[in-house]
């Protein structure tokens, strides 16, 4: 349990932020949906330029390779890679109350 206390304050503030962020990244798709409404182009503001680009590009569908593929040429080009992941979720009323 001490664990858990030490980092509590560390958890909440990431969380803060993450919320920040997502609240931040809602309002810069607002924003780059009126750019993108406007059409491709270099847009002027005081202080930054934003460009939009539209176009098509290439995208391989890996479910369809993978089904032509044989499980040994899969495995043979397939390799491991660390990763580490953090995820930050809110606690309901219910959770708090039985940690408390």
């Not at 032509?68 to 890679?81: I, R």
């Not at 930050?88 to 219910?94: F, I």
């Amino acid at each position: 349990m001490n664990g858990q206390i030490k980092f509590s304050k560390d958890v909440d503030r990431l969380g803060e932020l993450l919320a920040q962020l997502a609240d931040l990244n809602a309002q810069a798709d607002e924003f780059k949906a009126k750019l993108t409404k406007r059409g491709d182009g270099a847009y002027e503001g005081e202080l930054f330029r934003a460009t939009v680009t539209s176009g098509k590009k290439n995208k391989l569908d890996m479910k369809a390779v993978r089904g032509k593929l044989s499980p040994q040429f899969l495995s043979a080009n397939t390799s491991k890679v660390p990763y580490v992941m953090v995820k930050v979720v809110a606690r309901n009323n219910e959770q708090i109350r039985k940690a408390a």
